[in-house]
C-alpha cells in the first residue's frame, strides 16, 4: 500500500499475544518478514495506527515514493498465488485499511491511487 511520512510508535497496532510458530498457512511463519514485523520482532520496523483487526500497516523500508507503507494481514498468507476466491474480503479490507492510512497521513487525492499506486506484494 502506499502512505505518508510521519513517525508512529510500536504500541500503535494490536497483533495478537500468542502466536503459534510453525503453523504454515494462516498461522504464524517464523520466516516470513511480515509475520515477523506484525509480532514486532523486527527492531526499527514501527506499526502505525491500523484501525482494521487482523491487519497491521508499516513504512516501507525502501520507499518507491514519498508515501509508501505496506498493509499485511496478522495470519501468514504465503503469496499471492495462494489468495482464493474466499480471500477477496480480506484484500478489500487491506485496500481501505491501506485508504485509511493515506488520509490519516494528511494525503488527501484519494483519486490518485490507482492500480498501478497499489498493489499485492508477492
Do not use: W
Request: glycine letters at 12%; charged letters at 25%.
Amino acid at each position: 500500500m502506499v502512505g505518508e511520512d510521519g513517525a508512529a510508535t510500536p504500541e500503535a497496532a494490536q497483533p495478537p499475544a500468542d502466536p503459534s510458530p510453525g503453523s504454515g498457512g494462516g498461522g504464524y511463519d517464523g520466516k516470513c518478514v511480515f509475520c515477523r514485523i506484525s509480532r514486532r520482532e523486527e527492531p526499527g520496523t514501527a506499526l502505525l495506527p491500523c484501525e482494521s483487526e487482523g491487519l497491521v500497516c508499516f513504512r516501507d523500508i525502501r520507499p518507491g515514493a514519498r508515501h509508501h507503507y505496506l498493509v499485511v494481514p496478522i495470519e501468514h498468507m504465503g503469496n499471492c498465488k495462494t489468495l482464493k476466491k474466499e480471500h477477496i474480503p480480506l484484500v478489500e479490507k487491506m485496500m481501505e485499511a491501506g485508504k485509511n492510512i493515506l488520509q490519516q497521513n494528511n494525503f488527501t487525492d484519494l483519486n490518485d491511487i490507482s492500480g498501478s499506486k497499489s498493489g499485492i506484494v508477492n
